[in-house]
């Protein structure tokens, strides 16, 4: 929790979001006081791995959307460069420790530019087991008991990791405890007070239920930020992926899509819609 109140109510309730199951339905509270959004009661460690199959789209990447597997590639890689950006004074004698990295396309831009040392913890190696192009990386399974093993760092990074912690404040107090006066913490979370949130109500891709278990706006992150001992510099409504993308997703959530299946089909109804969103 941000404020520790008790005055609670349910908000939503949601179907499992890109999972095949559609039965299940799955309850978010909100704080009254603080409007920090929860999933209650959460899903176990051990349940949650049923949600993170070979099937999940993220895991899929670019060769989901078949022939057009290079273009996705490509947008990708743009956002990976996004969030480089994002890391002012960075050198080749930085380090990076990158929490959530995934499939860890982010860090090997990073080494790729700079050839600093970049280091990625995640609750499996799905994203890079097998992967030689990400042998110059120094990536752990596990949780933040491996921070007491880490060098000094310059960065830490959180791209869409911490709507998925089942503590967050716990996270960020940890994470400070490791962090001197000049390390710099960058997250990127949904917005829960967005207007895509707004128009698709309980089929808003934000949920991601049940991966997704905190949900924050920009009042009660920048307090739990500042309760955990960090000083907030800046907060970004525009962060690095295309708005499109919650949009889209949500759209494909309403008309219950198969997120099992070859996506190709989907590549050029997304892209007209993206142009017309922009357009907007």
Not at 58 to 66: L, N
Not at 121 to 142: C, M, P, R, T
Not at 189 to 198: K, L
């Amino acid at each position: 929790m941000v404020c520790g109140s008790t005055d609670i109510e349910s908000h939503v309730q949601t179907k499992a979001m890109m999972h095949h199951d559609s039965e299940l339905r799955f309850n978010f509270d909100i704080c009254n006081n603080c409007g920090l959004v929860f999933l209650n009661p959460r899903v176990s460690h051990e349940e949650l791995s049923a949600y993170y199959t070979k099937a999940y789209l993220p895991y899929r990447g670019p060769s989901a959307w078949g022939k057009h597997g290079n273009m996705v590639a490509s947008n990708l890689k743009g956002t990976d460069k996004k969030r480089m950006a994002k890391l002012s004074s960075i050198d080749s004698e930085s380090t990076i420790l990158d929490i959530g990295c995934g499939q860890p396309s982010f860090l090997k831009t990073c080494y790729d530019k700079f050839y600093c040392r970049c280091i990625g913890i995640d609750f499996s190696d799905q994203g890079w087991k097998g992967n030689s192009e990400y042998d110059a990386l120094d990536l752990h399974v596990g949780s933040l008991e491996l921070l007491e093993q880490m060098p000094a760092l310059d960065f830490i990074t959180m791209w869409h990791y911490l709507e998925h912690d089942y503590d967050p404040r716990s996270t960020l107090m940890q994470l400070r405890k490791r962090a001197s006066n000049n390390t710099r913490l960058l997250i990127e979370v949904p917005n829960f007070d967005s207007a895509s949130r707004r128009k698709y109500a309980e089929f808003w891709a934000g949920y991601h239920t049940p991966r997704h278990t905190f949900l924050f706006s920009p009042d009660n992150i920048e307090r739990l930020l500042n309760e955990t001992g960090w000083d907030v510099i800046d907060i970004d409504l525009k962060g690095t992926l295309d708005p499109y993308n919650l949009y889209w997703m949500s759209e494909m959530e309403q008309n219950n899509i198969d997120w099992r299946k070859d996506m190709e089909q989907e590549f050029w109804p997304y892209v007209i819609a993206m142009i017309q969103f922009r357009l907007k």
